[in-house]
């Protein structure tokens, strides 16, 4: 009998208990293995969870856990930095391996966590850290092993995904888009790691490390979120053909990997822009299966209790069959020869929204200066023509460098045609790789 303490006792830590309580014959009857949920830990074992516990089972010691020689797997789902990372470190070197859904603590100190399992020869379960329900993590690192992966496009945070698509469908603001999320519990009250990019960014770092080999990167991202997002762009951006998601790309582009997180236009044909609400999506492109796609529940007790469950399963096999070697460690990148590419490095197609006055000329002065930092125009539209007025002038480019297109739009809102600060936003899609439906 494989014998599973729990830290944290929330949203997850009940999913997580119910799955092993509710459908523990499940699991034995399609793995053969006896798993035993022997305590939780939480700081309150008075709240009604709607779950009966087993007597005994509830504590509000966290060492009746870590420091238990009967237990085999931690399971940590407190959240937070500390003191869960004390917690696992400690676990891992009482011997007893660990799993978490604490996608922030493994982008920050992972490196570290992955060491001490290494040196202690236990394993580190990760797969409910990133997309809830979706398996990304096995994929990655069983299903699509024989494949140099080339990319990944993830639509990875479902409260920011949930207020683009009101605004899109609903035509909506941010603001009001945010309020209704925040109402039915998709937002948080402080919503800034969802709404900033940051979460998505914890996410990412995790997923590139298993894609390419590197090291736990998170300060290496390059990390916008979906505040300064406007209805007018997103209604341009459909009668350009395109959606605009939040998305979490990873790249391996000429020895470099690319990492970075914003708002990106993808035309509406993809199946990875039909992807609307709080799901969740994950598209692989690799050199020999091509092109994949992920789709479920990123979140939720259910879904992300689900998929903490199938880490023990595994985990728990190992113990039973190897006498507990290391699993889940041996993907976390030490490769030093991949370098991060610098968002000034990379390149994409651009949707700029020039704030222009309606006057003779002002497209030719603006597409001349894009002309001399070589970024070539694809398509443009103006609205609202006004003569002598400020109007919004959209243009679609082909593809273009980063460092180039900063510089042109420095130049640009410089000029005394231009009356605000240029909106823009990078564009995947038809002469970039993959997404295709």
Known sequence: MINVGIIGFGTVGTGTAKILLENNDVIEEKTGLQINLQNIADLDIERDRGLKIPEGVLTREVSDVIDNPDIHIVVELMGGIQPAKDFILRALNNGKHVVTANKALLATEGNEIFEAAEKNSVSVGIEAAVAGGIPIIKVLKEGLVANRILSIYGIINGTSNYILTKMTEDGIDFSDALKEAQSLGYAEADPTLDIEGFDTAHKLTIISSLAFGIPLSYDKIHIEGITKLTLQDIEFAGELGYKIK???????????????????????????????????????????????????????????GSAVVSDIVEIAGD???????????????????????????????????????????????????????????????????????????????????????????????????????????????????GLND
Not at 252 to 272: F, K
Not at 375 to 386: E, N, P, T
Not at 388 to 415: F, M, N, S, Y
């Open 246 to 304: 939040l998305l979490a790309i990873t790249k391996s582009v000429n020895g470099e990997v690319e990492l970075r997180v914003h708002p990106t236009m993808i035309p509406e044909n993809y199946l990875i822009s039909k992807v609307d609400g709080v799901l969740n999506a994950v598209y692989v492109m690799g050199d020999a299966v091509g092109e994949t796609l992920y789709y479920g529940r990123g979140a939720g007790d259910m879904p992300t």
């Open 319 to 433: 113990i039973k069959n190897k006498g507990g070697s290391s699993h889940g460690i041996e993907f976390i990148g030490k490769r030093s020869d991949l370098k991060i590419k610098a968002i000034g490095d990379i390149e994409s197609m651009y949707y700029f929204r020039f704030t222009a006055l309606d006057r003779p000329g002002v497209l030719s002065r603006i597409s001349g200066i894009l002309g001399n930092y070589n970024i070539g125009i694809a398509a443009v539209i103006q609205k609202g023509r006004r003569a002598g007025a400020a109007v919004p002038l959209v243009v679609l480019t082909h593809k273009a460098r980063e460092r180039d297109v900063q510089k042109a739009l420095q130049e640009i809102d410089r000029l005394d045609v231009v009356a605000d600060r240029t909106a823009f936003i990078r564009v995947e899609g038809e002469e970039t790789e």
